[in-house]
């Protein structure tokens, strides 16, 4: 059995972030991300799965971790991390609990690992991580960091006992335990973002993640770097403001929703039972040690026919999964725990549940009055349904967004035509019709324009009257037959750049405009692999900019099968295979040649691996950052 799926990883935003003026810290944006998308992105490769402790905002960080759960505190009006602790340990499926705060997004790759050896060597119940701090002018202390904490799922009972005797403190529970602390060397990797200062000084120093290396950069001085064009565009485009009623089932399915979803009603709307059973009283289950105690039944509940029958000492009522729980009760026995049950009595051992068991709480899923879903969302089949649970039959959407495209060229002939010497079929009119269209837009295919002035200037002045945005490939580049980025630079304000990226070097931004409308451009190089690369990292983001989406592109760690030969000062975008190794965990090997113009590289692709600026050659079982197709195409 692989470490990892021993282990599942619990990411801690409950707190109330008062030094961030009560804002929700995982939600703060931060290089491209939220926090706890960062957090996400480095604890998840350690563990099997990845749940969070939130108490609001609950659907934000319910789309970071898909389909695992976000756990909200069990103990009411308490937000220390031991609430969020006490729910990750109730919750925990595997053997081993591994924490991190929601606000650390540089913590060690290695933390499960050199934690989990630790707490094998001392045969202890937690392994926490300690660094070295020092302070000017004082001796260097050792600084335990509790919250990143790897805990057998079994010490549940002790952290119960402890919360009983009234006492919260994360330090004093961790004392009473037998502890490992393991040394890490890189004290900055346990840093966590406190405030908003914090975040901004996080978020301009450059490249100092641990993921990406330091390495000298060699590239051409003039190119712009990749971060600095994305943040260009996203800087000058807005949203686009109009928008529609849709029904659920009938065309609400991965639209954006346009106004947040105040929640009407508590899901469920009552506490009832997870399981098909008793009702019963929490407190005439047997106590530790004492006999088994018999219940006499007096009434059944349905799900749909509640039982209004009043449980008396030593009663209980037969229950159905989803019925109300009866009044009184507030612990439901699941019927196979019972020791005997005969006609309407059933008794119970005295360890066969917990007070509170298998009670689900009105409002659980969604409280009345809270933002069920916000503004923004892409509507995906979960969305579709849980907007249904709140009784809600409609949405309001943004409209689509409208996008025209041709390619440029003369060598290029269309499907259909003969293929005359020197000329290639058009292919990247294809590949932009099928990322458009999964991005939600309405399309205007407008064709193959050729390398003449006079069409050029008459195609984008249509589409600048039929489309919101206008996406060209072909002709961005220096060539003697690259006329595009004249036209384009005599229509509007557009700029050319030279990139530090491969592929996708050239690349085209501006607005055009004719007497009576303007769109946006996006002028992309002709290379079949380079019209990919680029629209996936700039066309797209800004598209959804423009659609008022808020969505991220999910990036992951795997380790490199193979070295990966790599220059730094530019970012490399390579096309990747990532599968499951051996040990159960995520890697990835290239598909063979990377040129721009071997488009089986992306057909044969699941995912892009993402070779930052600044780092060098990677070596064979190093990890690397690869940018999962699922989701993004
Ligand atoms: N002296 C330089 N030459 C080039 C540079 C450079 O920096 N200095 N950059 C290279 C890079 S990188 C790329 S990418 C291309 C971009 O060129 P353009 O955007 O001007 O595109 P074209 O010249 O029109 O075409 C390039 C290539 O792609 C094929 N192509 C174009 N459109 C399609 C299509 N719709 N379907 C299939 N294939 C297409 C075209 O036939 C060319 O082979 O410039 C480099 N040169
Ligand atoms: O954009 Mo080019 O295709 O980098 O080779
Ligand atoms: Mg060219």
Redo the contacts with the bound molecule.
Sequence with gaps: MSLKSKITGLILAGGRGTRMGRVDKGLQPFRGATLVEHVMRRLAPQVATVVINANRNLPQYQAVVDAAPVLPDYLDGFEGPLAGLQIGLQYCPTELLLTAPCDSPFLPLDLAERLHAALLEQDADVALAVTMEAEEGAEPYRQPHPVFALMKASLLPQLDAYLDTGARRMESWIKSLRVAEVMFDDADAFRNINTLAELQMHEQASASQPSAPAAPASGDPDAMPVAEAQRIICERITPVAATETRALLHGALDRVLAEDIISPINVPAYDNSAMDGYALRGADLPAAGAPDATFKVIGIAYAGRPCTQTPQAGECIRIMTGAAIPPGCDSVLPQELASHIDGDSVTIPHDAIRMGANRRFAGEDLKAGGIALAKGKILRPADLGLVASLGIGEVTVQRKLRVAFF???D??RSLGDHLDDGC??????Y?LFGMLTRLGCEVVDMG?VR?DPAALEAALRKACTEADAIIT???????A??Y??DIMARLGDVAFW?LAM?????LAFGKIATEADSAWLF??????V??MVSFYMFARPALLRMMGAQATQPVMQARATEAIRKRPGRTEYQRGILSTGDGGEPQVRLTGAQG??I?SSMSEANCIVVLREAQASVAAGEMVDVLLFDGLV
Aim: avoid cysteine; aromatic fraction near 2%.
């Design positions: 390619s440029t060229g060598e290029l290639v079929y058009d292919s990247n009119r590949t193959i390398d490939s072909g002709g961005v580049s220096e060539g037959a690259d595009t980025r030279k491969r592929p996708g070097r050239p002028g992309l190089p002709g290379n079949p380079a019209v721009s113009g488009l």
